[in-house]
């Protein structure tokens, strides 16, 4: 009986808190097109990561690295950029864009390049609490995963597609000799946990073809969906292999 009482009382107050607007229930068919997408790309150094990020709708660039800007520039000259030089400065304009949306009106897509960096940054930052030269001891790599932990929650919960870019890392099983690759973060499960904040995870990677017509080729493709020994994911309708990818494509895809 109490039971029964109380699952009643809690249908009342469901029903009462529902009929006072303290919380929303949409349709998830009728809302594809609103949702926000969230993609992380890697790849090898130089394979094209910022070229393909810079071909997002309406992109605004968080660059760490200054070496991509020339990527951006080939990718998307209309493409806006901020330099970023700390990880306290992204966590300042990623909190701008959150609490200040009418400044940003103009931008449908985060880009941030890269999110590798980023990690190194949050961790130049617990350094710099120490003596110049200390070591980095076993209970700051928990400090260091809960920061990034934040950091990318931070990037999850912004009202505006995203598309974040890092290096590749790969291990070596030594029973088989087969490489698995993986997103490249200190820590070895960071990888794999920061990949649940995202709803695709791609690898990047060239080819090159040889033609008698046409010479030498090279050809970009993206592993949405792939063997086990690569971090993958993929997000319906788009999975396998996308060749010479565009991010705007893969965007209008999934929320179509």
Same mark, same amino acid.
């Given at each position: 009986?109490?039971?029964?009482? !109380?699952?009643?009382?809690?249908?009342?107050? %469901?029903?009462?808190?529902?009929?006072?607007?303290?919380?929303?229930?949409?349709?998830?068919?009728?809302?594809?097109?609103? #949702?926000?997408?969230?993609? /992380?790309?890697?790849?090898?150094?130089?394979?094209?990561?910022?070229? !393909?990020? +810079?071909?997002?709708? +309406?992109? /605004?660039? /968080? *660059? #760490?690295?200054? &070496?991509?800007?020339?990527?951006?520039?080939?990718?998307?000259?209309?493409?806006?950029?901020?330099?970023?030089?700390?990880? &306290?400065? *992204?966590?300042?304009? %990623? @909190?701008?864009?959150?609490?200040?949306?009418?400044?940003?009106?103009?931008?449908? #897509?985060?880009?941030?390049?890269?999110?590798?960096? =980023?990690? @190194?940054?949050?961790?130049?930052?617990?350094?710099?609490?120490?003596?110049?030269?200390?070591?980095?001891?076993?209970?700051?790599?928990?400090? *260091?995963?809960?920061?990034?932990?934040?950091?990318?929650?931070?990037?999850?919960? *912004?009202?505006?597609?995203?598309?974040?870019?890092? !290096? %590749?890392? $790969?291990?070596?099983?030594?029973? =088989?000799?087969?490489?698995? /690759?993986?997103?490249?973060?200190?820590?070895?499960?960071?990888?794999?946990?920061?990949?649940?904040? $995202?709803?695709?995870?791609? $690898? !990047?990677?060239?080819?090159?073809?040889?033609?008698?017509?046409?010479?030498? #080729?090279? =050809?970009?493709?993206?592993?949405?969906?792939?063997?086990? @020994?690569?971090?993958?994911?993929?997000?319906?309708?788009?999975?396998?292999?996308?060749?010479?990818?565009?991010?705007?494509?893969? $965007?209008?895809?999934?929320?179509?």
């Amino acid at each position: 009986l109490e039971c029964v009482t !109380l699952s009643m009382q809690m249908t009342t107050t %469901l029903e009462v808190e529902n009929k006072m607007g303290k919380f929303q229930i949409i349709n998830a068919g009728k809302n594809r097109s609103q #949702t926000s997408i969230k993609g /992380l790309i890697y790849g090898d150094s130089g394979v094209g990561k910022s070229f !393909l990020a +810079a071909t997002a709708p +309406a992109p /605004l660039v /968080l *660059l #760490t690295e200054m &070496n991509g800007q020339a990527s951006v520039s080939h990718s998307n000259p209309k493409a806006d950029i901020i330099h970023i030089t700390s990880a &306290n400065m *992204l966590a300042a304009v %990623l @909190r701008d864009i959150d609490e200040n949306p009418d400044d940003y009106k103009k931008y449908q #897509t985060i880009v941030i390049d890269s999110l590798t960096e =980023t990690q @190194r940054m949050i961790k130049d930052r617990i350094l710099a609490r120490k003596k110049e030269g200390a070591a980095f001891p076993i209970q700051d790599w928990g400090k *260091l995963a809960s920061d990034m932990r934040a950091m990318v929650r931070r990037i999850r919960n *912004l009202k505006k597609d995203v598309i974040c870019i890092c !290096l %590749l890392e $790969f291990e070596i099983e030594e029973s =088989t000799g087969i490489r698995h /690759l993986r997103p490249a973060f200190d820590g070895r499960k960071t990888g794999a946990e920061i990949a649940q904040y $995202f709803n695709f995870v791609g $690898f !990047l990677y060239a080819q090159q073809q040889t033609n008698e017509k046409t010479g030498t #080729t090279v =050809t970009r493709s993206l592993m949405i969906e792939g063997p086990s @020994r690569v971090m993958c994911k993929p997000c319906h309708p788009v999975s396998g292999i996308v060749d010479q990818p565009n991010i705007s494509k893969i $965007f209008a895809q999934i929320k179509q």
